[in-house]
């Protein structure tokens, strides 16, 4: 089962930012959060991951709280192309892991005109 | 920028049959996966392969399945027996050596069993 919670759905207007936040009370030391969404009828996408500092891509920014249990990643400018539905996941990250995506039900996050 | 790719994109296969997804990651990638989402349901994991052969399989990926990268482009998925609840959308995705969670996924195959 997936280790993080998110909000069922979320609105943001076009040209606003979109903040959505995830919980992961029981993160350990060694797993990064990562942000993946899925815009319709398409594949994942990658995001962003981080371990315990801010992070910041063409994409998105990804703020994670100094005790590490939760996170949000913000899109600067929402754009209705940005309509999808976000992931967050922790994952291990260590030299024997290739390992899987556990995928929760995520975020559909809704940018309206 | 370089993607992964999925053939075909619809699949029709009557129950019983064999059906083999086709896959090209991205090149300079050595890490392949393949995922399925049945409609409305969550993306769930069902394989990982490296180095040629398999890394970890979920329960999902029973003796029904295998996967193989037959040359040096194509990862494919096999299903031996379609069963009808085999009705989903297959991912397959790619990452580098250097970050295995930052996975580039293909935009899938529709695979209908009748």
């Known amino acids: 089962d997936a280790k993080t919670t998110q909000p069922t759905s979320m609105d943001c207007a076009e040209g606003r930012a979109a903040n959505l936040p995830c ?3 029981t993160i350990s030391g060694n797993e990064y959060v990562y942000w993946y969404r899925q815009i319709h009828s398409q594949g994942p996408q990658y995001i962003i991951h981080g371990l ?6 063409e994409m998105a920014s990804l703020i994670i709280t100094e005790d590490r249990k939760s996170s949000t990643l913000i899109l600067p400018h929402a754009t209705l192309r940005d309509t999808a539905v976000y992931y967050c996941i922790v994952r291990v990250e260590n030299g024997g892991s290739q390992g899987n995506l556990i995928f929760g039900k995520g ?3 809704s940018v309206k005109p | 920028e370089p993607e992964v790719t999925q053939t075909p994109s619809h699949q029709v296969t009557q129950m019983g049959q064999e059906v083999i997804l086709r ?7 050595l890490y392949f996966y393949w995922y399925r989402q049945i409609l409305g349901q969550k993306v769930e994991f069902l394989v990982s392969f490296y180095n040629n052969e398999i890394s ?11 996967v193989e990268r037959p040359d040096g482009s194509n990862f494919t998925l096999k299903i031996r027996s379609t069963k009808l609840e085999d009705s989903a959308m297959y991912f397959c995705a790619s990452s580098e050596i250097g970050a295995p969670g930052a996975q580039h996924f293909g935009d899938g195959t529709r695979l209908s069993i009748l």
Do not use: A, G, M
Request: net charge negative.
């Open chain 2, 23 to 29: 896959c090209v990651p991205i090149s300079n990638h």
């Open chain 2, 56 to 66: 970890e399989k979920s329960e999902i990926f029973d003796d029904q399945f295998s």
């Open chain 1, 23 to 25: 919980n992961h009370s």
């Open chain 1, 107 to 109: 975020t559909k996050l």
């Open chain 1, 52 to 57: 315990k500092n801010n992070e910041t891509n």
